[in-house]
């Protein structure tokens, strides 16, 4: 059988189907032109070190398994015989494969899907299904591509709450680097992106392969090199001893894994994971939003949220969100989570007043949940403790003077698909705020450990609330950035990027996430002048600038602010949705910038872009390091102007008086000169086709 070759954008993907066992993955990175399947047989003959789509000891491959499981009494080592091959592809078009095996003797049945979309992203999911009488513990399945020898430097992330996807960069060596998140959630330390690339790969140079695990579970991502010479990357979901036992008839699938490749960097590979997520959904327009958590915490005195109300709606906010705080007993964070009715005490005609005032000022209304938590004290918990997510006998570690809700517990399940219904229906809610505030410990379901029913279950309360109400939007928040992956977000329409509002950490916080979320699903704030979590006080300048590159908002009590405040916040939000159209369907670009105290980065249609030149810390040289604007077209010419307000005390060179007009070559290879800023100061550069 002659190799299948998925291909599209530039990349390509080579399936090796000649031999009995389950296909080789011959090549997965540049496209390889025009040659057919029959004209690299010559080639692959000779390639020795190629792994298969799922990795084993019977396609001589020692290192981690595909898969890994057995059963009581006996174990059969997996050994695949190809049954199917079913391709449905164009050349350069992408296309999709579906391969179908078994081994009798394990008493198993394989399928795998793998697909090229249009934009050159692989996407790629394992089912494995019990064909025997006794029953089958599935250890771990993850999906995986190979890398070659030249990727010789891995970039994975980690973090903490308030400072998430904090970049780390290493030698791609022989063994295992292995990424495991056990918190029974995506979590803040979790990486979202596993990258291997060449030597000093950057934003736009160097060759990069990533791999992304769809799942918002406990997960794995690794990177392995055997002395053999083989090398991959792979990801899945991270399974626990005894969660997954198949009786017989029963399967398991994996989470869909994403893999990019870029041969210019990190952007390119990012631009095909936008361009996935950017097709599978088409969102509205981007409300500029503002959350009342940081402007009035626990306090929901009416008339203070109505004051609230009318000062977003003068600055031109389009949607009112109001956080935690409205529901029974919620005084403070130790009680009330679960019970979810309105605070008749507090709110004694309900919500509507609130509601009713901020969709008469043009606004938007949206609602703060927490569905999966609860507190010990609650009449949730008093009623019904045994929903709790943990053995009866032995209550698990509490976080936050939570505990979590057995959602795979069906009566559970109804009660929150049931109040959270009620309540998008009574009060005809645009959004839901869907928080998660802790790390999932110790979870028992029916006896066995709980995170995969947990996900899963949570998945079909999203989906069947959004089959209610198709208009209905949600944010996955996960005390800030701890659920961020494209489980959650085939869901959910935006992630909150981060707790921290503070400008300064967020510049790299936004940075690092967006290499795997488009802008218009970040949530980006406009803080308060003081940070309440840095301690850091910061010009609203440069917070209006960090929030306007995502899907803005504000998160500050704005009757508190002055009066020239307002009207300087007012102007960049008018300035937001003006470039909007750029900002949430543009390519995103990141310059190599050689001076580590400043960031040029941006977002580049054909025919316009807008860029942010940002200082973050003092400069060591006295001249600033020339500004090479990425993405454009170097063919074309560019009318060049600033855009938005002029920080303070910045010294500007002589086309910012413009606007002027510039070869795209020039701009890309001699670049601008660039401004003198202050430390937490940016300037906007707004470029047009001429």
């Given at each position: 059988?002659?190799?299948?070759?998925?291909?599209?954008?530039?990349?390509?993907?080579?399936?090796?189907?000649?031999?009995?066992?389950?296909?080789?993955?011959?090549?997965?990175?540049?496209?390889?032109?025009?040659?057919?399947?029959?004209?690299?047989?010559p080639?692959?003959?000779?390639?020795?070190?190629?792994?298969?789509?799922?990795?084993?000891?019977?396609?001589?491959?020692?290192?981690?398994?595909?898969?890994?499981g057995g059963r009581d009494g006996e174990h059969w080592p997996v050994r695949w015989t190809l049954e199917g091959l079913d391709v449905d592809a164009e050349p350069g078009?992408?296309?999709?494969?579906?391969?179908?095996?078994?081994?009798?003797?394990?008493?198993?049945?394989?399928?795998?899907?793998?697909?090229?979309?249009?934009?050159?992203?692989?996407?790629?999911?394992?089912?494995?299904?019990?064909?025997?009488?006794?029953?089958?513990?599935?250890?771990?399945?993850?999906c995986a591509l190979p890398v070659p020898g030249r990727a010789g430097e891995l970039l994975d992330f980690t973090g903490r709450w308030a400072m998430e996807k904090v970049p780390q960069r290493h030698g791609f060596g022989l063994g295992v680097w292995s990424r495991e998140n056990r918190r029974g959630r995506t979590g803040h330390d979790g990486t979202g992106l596993l990258v291997a690339g060449t030597a000093g790969f950057g934003f736009r140079a160097g060759e990069v392969w990533a791999v992304h695990a769809g799942w918002s579970g406990n997960h794995v991502h690794y990177a392995e090199?055997?002395?053999?010479?083989?090398?991959?990357?792979a990801a899945g979901e991270l399974l626990e001893p005894g969660e997954v036992v198949l009786a017989e008839g029963e399967s398991y699938q994996t989470p869909w894994a994403y893999f990019t490749w870029s041969g210019g960097g990190l952007d390119e590979a990012s631009a095909r994971l936008h361009g996935h997520l950017r097709a599978a959904r088409t969102l509205p327009v981007r409300p500029v939003t503002l959350n009342n958590w940081e402007a009035t915490y626990f306090d929901h005195g009416l008339d203070?949220?109505?004051?609230?109300?009318?000062?977003a709606a003068a600055a031109g906010i389009e949607r009112f969100v109001l956080d935690?705080?409205?529901?029974?007993?919620?005084?403070?964070?130790?009680?009330?989570?679960?019970?979810?009715?309105?605070?008749?005490?507090?709110?004694?005609?309900?919500?509507?007043?609130?509601?009713?005032?901020?969709?008469?000022?043009?606004?938007?209304?949206?609602?703060?949940?927490?569905?999966?938590?609860?507190?010990?004290?609650?009449?949730?918990?008093?009623?019904?403790?045994?929903?709790?997510?943990?053995?009866?006998?032995?209550?698990?570690?509490?976080?936050?003077?939570?505990?979590?809700?057995?959602?795979?517990?069906?009566?559970?399940?109804?009660?929150?698909?049931?109040?959270?219904?009620?309540?998008?229906?009574?009060?005809?809610?645009?959004?839901?705020?869907?928080?998660?505030?802790?790390?999932?410990?110790?979870?028992?379901?029916?006896?066995?450990?709980?995170?995969?029913?947990?996900?899963?279950a949570t998945y079909r309360l999203l989906d069947e609330l959004r089959a209610r109400h198709p208009g209905l939007e949600i944010e996955s928040c996960s005390s800030g950035g701890a659920r961020i992956d494209y489980g959650i977000l085939a869901r959910t329409d935006r992630v909150w990027t981060s707790d921290s509002n503070d400008a300064l950490d967020r510049q790299a916080i936004q940075r690092w996430t967006g290499l795997l979320v488009p802008p218009e699903r970040l949530g980006c704030h406009v803080g308060a002048?003081?940070?309440?979590?840095?301690?850091?006080?910061?010009?609203?300048?440069?917070?209006?600038?960090?929030?306007?590159?995502?899907?803005?908002?504000?998160?500050?009590?704005?009757?508190?602010?002055?009066e020239a405040e307002l009207e300087e916040l007012a102007t960049w939000v008018a300035l937001h949705k003006r470039l909007r159209p750029l900002l949430h369907a543009g390519r995103v670009v990141h310059a190599d910038h050689p001076d580590p105290s400043a960031l040029l980065h941006g977002v580049v249609l054909p025919?316009?872009?807008?860029?942010?030149?940002?200082?973050?810390?003092?400069?060591?040289?006295?001249?600033?390091?020339?500004?090479?604007?990425?993405?454009?077209?170097?063919a074309a010419g560019y009318e060049v102007r600033v855009a938005g307000p002029v920080p303070e005390r910045t010294g500007l060179p002589e086309w910012a008086a413009g606007p002027v007009r510039v070869p795209g070559a020039v701009l890309a290879e001699l670049g601008l000169p660039a401004p003198v800023l202050r430390p937490t100061s940016a300037l906007l550069i707004e470029v047009e086709r001429v």
């Open positions: 059988m002659s190799p299948v070759i998925l291909s599209a954008a530039g990349t390509a993907l080579v399936l090796d189907a000649s031999g009995p066992g389950l296909p080789r993955v011959r090549h997965f990175g540049a496209s390889l032109g025009t040659v057919t399947g029959s004209g690299l047989e080639v692959l003959a000779s390639l020795t070190a190629a792994p298969p789509l799922l990795p084993a000891q019977g396609d001589s491959w020692y290192g981690r398994p595909g898969l890994s078009s992408g296309g999709a494969v579906t391969v179908t095996a078994s081994d009798t003797r394990a008493g198993l049945a394989l399928v795998s899907e793998v697909a090229m979309d249009a934009g050159g992203l692989v996407t790629m999911r394992h089912t494995v299904r019990n064909t025997a009488t006794t029953p089958y513990r599935v250890e771990g399945l993850v090199r055997l002395v053999e010479g083989a090398s991959l990357l203070r949220l109505l004051e609230l109300a009318d000062k935690d705080g409205w529901f029974r007993h919620r005084r403070d964070d130790r009680a009330g989570l679960g019970d979810w009715y309105v605070d008749e005490g507090v709110w004694p005609a309900g919500l509507h007043p609130l509601a009713d005032r901020v969709r008469k000022l043009g606004m938007q209304f949206g609602l703060w949940f927490e569905p999966e938590m609860v507190n010990p004290d609650s009449d949730l918990v008093r009623e019904h403790p045994d929903w709790i997510l943990g053995r009866a006998e032995r209550m698990p570690p509490p976080q936050r003077h939570q505990q979590v809700l057995d959602l795979a517990r069906p009566e559970a399940y109804a009660y929150l698909l049931e109040r959270i219904d009620a309540l998008v229906t009574e009060y005809a809610l645009d959004y839901i705020k869907w928080d998660h505030n802790r790390d999932i410990a110790e979870p028992v379901h029916d006896g066995a450990p709980g995170v995969h029913a947990q996900t899963l002048p003081h940070d309440h979590i840095s301690g850091r006080s910061l010009p609203l300048a440069f917070r209006a600038a960090t929030a306007l590159f995502g899907h803005m908002g504000v998160e500050w009590d704005l009757t508190s602010a002055s025919e316009r872009a807008v860029y942010a030149f940002v200082q973050l810390t003092t400069r060591v040289d006295i001249g600033p390091a020339p500004l090479r604007l990425p993405g454009l077209d170097p």
